[in-house]
């Protein structure tokens, strides 16, 4: 038979039906960007802004060594966008830290990946836009590279479908607050240094994610619980950390609130017995 598991037409015509999708989803964020461009009141506005599909970035990223960002691909906000951002910048004069939205297109991608919710972060349920810098600006039109703290903060899948924008209104950042997920980190005997370095590859924070840092070989995962704007301290979802003066402070870790939870609820168990 010519349609055989083996035979090479077989293979063709499972290699289309893997194709064909992608090839159908990549003409959809083509023909959104054109219109953007065509529509956009100014040169400016029209580079400031992409459909992306996105991937994850890997290794193969990591900048060579002496470059800041580098072994800080996964533990940093740094996404790989493509060449019309660095245009941009260019364009609109924007200030450092240049920093990009990163929005779910909903109604367009996926359904979010579900994960069980969080009673110790729960504003990481339903989080909708994050805000991070560039690695590079390297990558293909329509497609964006994020670390996977972030893909995992929107609720995102390889080849899932976001909205990437130039941003240039985020406040300055004046406090953060922190839940470590193991107490282990605070036990690190110069924890806050090592806060204030592993804090330099990140040029904004948003309220809700959980951001990664490496020390000594062991990667530690914190969560966003307060963040604060200058110069009034007001409450904010996003907020600039590069070049501000930020004071960060560590809550209770998560290990520690669990072990709590489940003394109070033995308690209550026993009580009833």
Not at 94 to 114: C, D, I, K, M, N
Not at 218 to 246: H, M, N, Y
Not at 248 to 254: N, P
Request: proline share 7%; aromatic share 8%.
């Amino acid at each position: 038979s010519l349609l055989t598991s083996s035979s090479p037409l077989s293979f063709l015509l499972t290699k289309w039906s893997q194709a064909n999708p992608l090839a159908l989803l990549e003409q959809a964020v083509e023909d959104h960007n054109a219109e953007h461009v065509a529509t956009s009141p100014s040169l400016a506005d029209s580079l400031s802004y992409r459909r992306c599909i996105v991937l994850p970035l890997d290794d193969r990223f990591d900048p060579p060594v002496g470059v800041f960002s580098h072994n800080h691909v996964q533990t940093g906000d740094k996404m790989s966008l493509s060449r019309n951002f660095w245009e941009a910048i260019a364009k609109s004069k924007a200030e450092v830290p240049w920093l990009f939205e990163v929005t779910r297109a909903e109604g367009v991608t996926s359904p979010r990946v579900q994960v069980p919710l969080d009673e110790f972060h729960p504003t990481s349920k339903n989080l909708s836009r994050v805000v991070g810098g560039a690695l590079d600006f390297r990558c293909p039109e329509n497609y964006a590279f994020l670390p996977h703290w972030m893909m995992k903060a929107l609720g995102l899948r390889p080849r899932d479908v976001v909205d990437v924008r130039l941003v240039t209104t985020t406040p300055p950042g004046s406090a953060v607050k922190l839940r470590p997920h193991s107490n282990s980190f605070l036990n690190i005997h110069n924890h806050q240094a090592v806060l204030e370095t592993e804090l330099k590859h990140y040029s904004a924070l948003t309220l809700g994610t959980t951001i990664p840092f490496d020390y000594r070989g062991e990667r530690f995962f914190f969560d966003v619980v307060d963040l604060r704007s200058a110069p009034r301290g007001e409450r904010v979802g996003t907020a600039k950390v590069q070049d501000c003066d930020i004071a960060a402070e560590f809550v209770r870790a998560k290990d520690e609130m669990e072990k709590m939870k489940k003394e109070r609820d033995r308690k209550r168990r026993s009580a009833k017995s």
